[in-house]
T-cell receptor, first 113, second 112 residues
Framework: DVKVTQSSRYLVKRTGEKVFLECVQD?????MFWYRQDPGLGLRLIYF???????EKGDIPEGYSVSREKKERFSLILESASTNQTSMYLC????????????FGEGSRLTVL | KNQVEQSPQSLIILEGKNCTLQ??????????LRWYKQDTGRGPVSLTI?????NTKSNGRYTATLDADTKQSSLHITASQLSDSASYIC???????????FGGGTRLMVKP
């Protein structure tokens, strides 16, 4: 079974703190994605990566950065957390350049106070 | 603008009843359409994929249909169970790379 593991299920941070969300997949997938999910807005793409060291902006990259130093690991970084970044963050991965099935992690619910 | 609209936003049905969820899209050029099920507090899981040439596809009690002419898809759930309580998300892929457009989801609650 494909396994996408997100390091933290629940986090509570204060405004201005730096936040790291880690994601690891064990299926040797080339592509990895970070989404945020908010009620009424659905899933919105923050960043994605097609390969190690590569990253591309999604629809809402402002306030976020990412790192992909190894193929299996994709990190989302909030340099200075703000209250409007309170959300559910979902990591996903898939194989190849075509629009194949996305395999999601369990999600990380971040609350910024 | 590429959009995916789902209806209803939420739905409550009694266990054992059938229901149909709708997905309308304006994505072009179209590659495929997937339905995902998301249990509360979990990540979405793919239920079925529909390509341009497919009209209907079943996965157990779930049956998806696609009308590429009217750009509509539906997900029919037969003989609902309590475990069907979840959000169902329609995702449409552009005919190029990993460009996806997500619907807002339908939240289904099945009551005993």
């Amino acid at each position: 079974d494909v396994k996408v593991t997100q390091s933290s299920r629940y986090l509570v941070k204060r405004t201005g703190e730096k936040v790291f969300l880690e994601c690891v997949q064990d299926m040797d997938h080339e592509n990895m994605f970070w989404y945020r999910q908010d009620p009424g807005l659905g899933l919105r793409l923050i960043y994605f990566s097609y390969d190690v060291k590569m990253k591309e902006k999604g629809d809402i990259p402002e306030g976020y950065s990412v790192s992909r130093e190894k193929k299996e690991r994709f990190s989302l970084i909030l340099e200075s957390a703000s209250t409007n970044q309170t959300s559910m963050y979902l990591c996903a991965s898939n194989r190849g350049r075509d629009t194949g099935e996305l395999f999601f992690g369990e999600g990380s619910r971040l609350t910024v106070l | 603008k590429n959009q995916v609209e789902q209806s209803p936003q939420s739905l409550i049905i009694l266990e054992g009843k059938n229901c149909t969820l709708q997905c309308n899209y304006t994505v072009s050029p179209f590659s495929n359409l997937r339905w995902y099920k998301q249990d509360t507090g979990r990540g979405p899981v793919s239920l079925t994929i529909m390509t341009f040439s497919e009209n209907t596809k079943s996965n157990g009690r779930y049956t998806a249909t696609l009308d590429a002419d009217t750009k509509q898809s539906s997900l029919h759930i037969t003989a609902s169970q309590l475990s069907d309580s979840a959000s169902y998300i329609c995702v449409v892929s552009l005919n190029a790379g990993n460009m996806l457009t997500f619907g807002g989801g339908t939240r289904l609650m099945v009551k005993p």
